[in-house]
């Protein structure tokens, strides 16, 4: 099984501030890794899809990087409703599966 | 437009079974697989398990491979998710998700919470 695990646990920004989530994968997952976005209360929705590829409707603040075993989203520009939890999950091999999560709150 | 209703949650003792429906609406449901993922109580996102869009194959996780079964009734746009010999550690909100053409869990339903309790 391959173990996705994301960094940092927990990351404390300000409106505006830049953030950078990252999530690194036990063995590779070539392009294969999708984020999702989940608030309180709520089912998670999909931002980035294979990496790179922002998920339609998805602001452009948002974006995804990497391939192998190390992969990145950035926030460029936090806006009030982006402060939630995010989890990385990969579909390179079966089973597919979910890093731990960041969580995004308000510094 | 796409929904994805989960129903079938409830409490139940350690031991007994439970199924979970998801109906879905809005899309050719024929055409896509779709997955269920679970969450625990204050806990991240867990895959479960995923149905190719004929029925044809399946996958499990390590967790509940050979408790869980899913299984997809294209003529009536649902999948289910037969839970057997329920574990307290099965307690979760479960969320049925569609893979899109991005296979990626693209719409997902509101999710059905599952407690295991004496």
């Known amino acids: 099984e391959i173990v996705l695990t994301q960094s940092p646990a927990t990351l404390s920004l300000s409106p505006g501030e830049r953030a950078t989530l990252s999530c690194r994968a036990s063995?590779?997952?070539?392009?294969?890794l999708a984020w999702y976005q989940q608030k309180p209360g709520q089912a998670p929705r999909l931002l980035i899809y294979?990496?790179?590829n922002r998920a339609t409707g998805i602001p452009d603040r948002f974006s995804g990087s990497g391939s192998g075993t190390d992969f990145t989203l950035t926030i460029s520009s936090l806006e009030p409703e982006d402060f939630a939890v995010y989890y990385c999950?990969?579909?390179?091999?079966?089973?597919?599966?979910f890093g731990q999560g960041t969580k995004v709150e308000v510094k | 437009q796409v929904q994805l209703v989960e129903s079938g949650g409830g409490v139940v003792q350690p031991g007994r079974s439970l199924r979970l429906s998801c109906a879905a609406s809005?899309?050719?449901?024929?055409?896509?697989?779709m997955h269920w993922v679970r969450q625990a109580p204050g806990k991240g996102l867990e895959w479960v398990t995923a149905?190719?869009?004929?029925?044809?194959?399946?996958h499990y996780a390590e967790s509940v491979k050979g408790r869980f079964t899913i299984s997809r009734d294209n003529s009536k746009n649902t999948v289910y998710l037969q839970m057997n010999s329920l574990r307290a550690e099965d307690a979760a909100v479960y969320y049925c998700?569609?893979?899109?053409?991005?296979?990626?869990?693209?719409?997902w339903g509101q999710g059905t919470l599952v407690t295991v309790s004496s």
């Open positions: 998700a569609r893979e899109g053409m991005t296979r990626a869990f693209d719409y």
């Open positions: 809005g899309f050719i449901f024929s055409s896509f697989g």
């Open positions: 149905i190719w869009h004929d029925g044809t194959y399946n």
């Open positions: 063995q590779s997952v070539s392009s294969y």
């Open positions: 294979d990496a790179s």
């Open positions: 999950q990969q579909r390179g091999n079966w089973p597919w599966t």
